[in-house]
């Protein structure tokens, strides 16, 4: 890898891929384009926005004219492609949101790829960041693997479905070097407060209802951020061509067990008397279409590539907590504005 462009690098999963490229390879120029929607945040990267190999761009991968310029003028080699509208509530709302970022957005960067790649693809990488929702929804037992006939049931899952099958496309028309990897939910540092961890994290604090859609009993395989980031290195630089990766974390919750666990960890680290927070608890309209239960058979990265969850749960969820309880001025910048009339017509106008 010697120039390698990430897009949605100032959200939640890109910048702890940035910050790992960007430290692990500092002789390669790593370059992050990213529109900066509601979810991107250059806060995230203050640590490492004046390293020497760190490059940020603001662009669209919608946009045309700009993919194909970025492309003329960055001898890219390998592309990790994680920008995308990724909340399923913000999909159901708003579907065709979904459609232009990830549908379209996707194929303009594969176009863009070839293009500037010249049909030598000699060295060259095209890494897709996907999901495990494109799968559907299992039932009590089962994990997916990457047999798994796909069966989005969510716009958001149905985007990102139709934006993996383009990928495979190119790869079996164009030959394109592509692969794939689909991880389960992921948690950490940095992730926007409208996901079910930071969210409740950020009521918790501010002693709000902790809306829990229907009885609680969909079941999410939940990972580290990190582990995602480094699985990601690992696929980027060892993967096959045209393979797909499952990432999870063997770690599958109920939701309304780990709201549980989460409330009693910051009762304790916010010295509030026990159950303080599980009396905040409110069951809320479930969601439409709400798919059951996510799990990841994540054994082919392991074999392959001897990839691993390094992080507990318990380690990630205390990291996580602390990571938002210290860093108030983020959560403070981005509940307020845009986040205050989402978080009405989400929570208080259904
Ligand atoms: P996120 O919503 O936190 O960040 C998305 C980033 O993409 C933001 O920085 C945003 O500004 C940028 N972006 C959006 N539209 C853009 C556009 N048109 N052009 C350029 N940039 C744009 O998302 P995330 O949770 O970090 O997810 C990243 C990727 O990983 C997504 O492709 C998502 O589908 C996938 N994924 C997420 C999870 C998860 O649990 N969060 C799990 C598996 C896969
Ligand atoms: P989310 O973090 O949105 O991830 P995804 O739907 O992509 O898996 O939601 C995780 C689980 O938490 C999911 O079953 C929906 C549930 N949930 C709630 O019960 N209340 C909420 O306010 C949110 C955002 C999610």
């Not at 798994?148 to 934006?163: E, F, G, H, L, W």
């Not at 689909?182 to 002693?207: A, M, T």
């Not at 910048?333 to 978080?343: A, K, M, R």
Request: charged share 25%; hydrophobic share 35%; aromatic share 12%.
């Amino acid at each position: 890898m010697k120039n390698v462009l990430i897009t949605g690098g100032a959200g939640f999963i890109g910048s702890h891929v940035v910050r790992l490229f960007v430290n692990k390879y500092p002789d390669c120029l790593i370059l992050n384009f990213d529109k900066l929607t509601y979810a991107g945040n250059l806060l995230n990267l203050a640590d490492i926005e004046q390293k020497e190999n760190y490059l940020f761009v603001k662009g669209d991968v919608t946009d045309a004219d700009q993919v194909f310029s970025l492309f003329s003028e960055h001898a890219f080699d390998t592309v990790i492609h994680l920008a995308a509208e990724s909340h399923v509530d913000r999909s159901i709302a708003n579907p065709m949101e979904f459609v232009h970022t990830n549908v379209l957005g996707t194929v303009n960067l594969l176009n863009a790829a070839r293009h500037n790649w010249k049909d030598a693809f000699e060295g060259k990488r095209f890494y897709h960041i996907s999901t495990d929702e494109v799968y559907g929804s299992l039932g009590d037992v089962g994990l997916f693997t990457e047999e798994t006939p796909y069966d989005p049931r969510s716009p958001y899952s149905a985007s990102k479905a139709s934006s993996d099958h383009f990928v495979r496309a190119y790869y079996h028309t164009y030959g394109l070097p592509v692969i794939l990897s689909n991880c389960s939910n992921n948690y950490g540092p940095n992730q926007f407060p409208e996901k079910l961890i930071p969210l409740f994290i950020h009521n918790i604090i501010e002693k709000k209802p902790l809306p829990v859609y229907g009885k609680g009993e969909n079941v999410r395989d939940w990972l580290y951020v990190l582990d995602h980031a480094v699985a990601i290195d690992q696929i980027v630089r060892r993967g096959k061509l045209g393979e797909t990766y499952n990432i999870g974390g063997h770690n599958e919750w109920k939701n309304i067990d780990l709201i549980r666990l989460m409330c009693g960890i910051m009762d304790k680290k916010l010295g509030r008397e026990a159950g303080t927070s599980e009396g905040l608890i409110t069951y809320v309209k479930d969601r439409a279409g709400h798919d059951l239960r996510y799990a990841i058979d994540a054994g082919k990265v392991s074999r392959d590539l001897g990839w691993e969850p390094s992080v507990t749960f318990e380690e990630g969820l205390d990291k996580t907590i602390d990571w938002y309880l210290a860093n108030t001025e983020w959560l403070r910048q981005t509940t307020s504005g845009d986040y205050l009339s989402y978080y009405r017509q989400q929570y208080e106008e259904r």
